[in-house]
């Protein structure tokens, strides 16, 4: 168990800039999220995947965010046209339907992006 | 919609015990659970609770859940300063979403 990857860790872009940040969820995990957390506030729930389908999307996902999960294993968040308020860690979790911890999420190390 | 609120601060003296306190809103929340955060990685599940128990001891964390009050807390017994961390509380009011609270910071003095 190699546990959640993100790639990459830190990402510095210039507004309106496009960039891709790619999750690796545990192996045998089927559901996969995303968040985004600022400073000195709790993860804020972006969007789910269960398998390869993404089955929710939050209203803080703009037109300029999209997630995919091609093949039900990893996942990449894209944004377009970066602005200053994306600035942010991106976290991405993923979970079990069955297993010991119902419910629970694994995190990765997230991303941090900085837009200047 | 669902609402975890937990305090912002927490100072303790090590070999203290912590406790880190919780309300959420959403009576049909299923589960809740504690999660903690160094800095600059991600969040790591600590315990969790189902809703039809009062109490969960693992080694040396216990969560109560006074479900009336919707009110949950994590213990932390004969803290060390590896502890100090960032804790959050979150309920799952049903389905994948989770809902997490702004994070307790705690410090550890030695």
């Known amino acids: 168990d190699t546990g959640v990857s993100q790639d990459p860790r830190h990402k510095i872009t210039k507004r309106g800039q496009n960039v891709t940040f790619r999750c690796d969820p545990i192996?045998?995990?089927?559901?996969l999220y995303w968040y985004r957390q600022t400073l000195g506030q709790g993860p804020e729930f972006l969007t789910y995947?269960?398998?390869?389908?993404?089955?929710?999307k939050s209203r803080l996902l703009s037109d300029r965010f999209s997630a995919e999960r091609p093949k039900g294993s990893f996942s990449t968040l894209e944004i377009q046209r970066t602005e200053q308020g994306d600035s942010a860690m991106y976290l991405c979790?993923?979970?079990?339907?069955?297993?010991?911890?119902?419910?629970?999420?694994?995190f990765g190390p997230g991303t941090r992006l900085t837009v200047l | 919609g669902e609402d975890v609120e937990q305090s912002l601060f927490l100072s303790v003296r090590e070999g203290d015990s912590s406790v880190i306190n919780c309300t959420y809103t959403?009576?049909?929340?299923?589960?809740l659970y504690w999660y903690k955060q160094e800095p600059g990685a991600g969040l790591q599940l600590l315990t969790y609770?189902?809703?039809?128990?009062d109490m969960k001891q693992d080694q040396r964390l216990t969560v109560l859940l006074n479900k009336k009050d919707k009110h949950l807390s994590l213990r932390i017994a004969d803290t060390q300063t590896g502890d100090s961390a960032i804790y959050f509380c979150?309920?799952?009011?049903?389905?994948?979403?989770?809902?997490f609270g702004a994070g307790t910071r705690l410090f550890v003095k030695a």
């Open positions: 609770i189902f809703s039809n128990m």
């Open positions: 979150a309920a799952n009011p049903g389905g994948f979403k989770t809902i």
């Open positions: 959403d009576s049909s929340s299923t589960y």
């Open positions: 192996s045998e995990h089927n559901r």
């Open positions: 995947f269960q398998n390869e389908a993404q089955l929710e």
């Open positions: 979790a993923s979970s079990s339907t069955s297993g010991r911890t119902p419910g629970g999420q694994f």
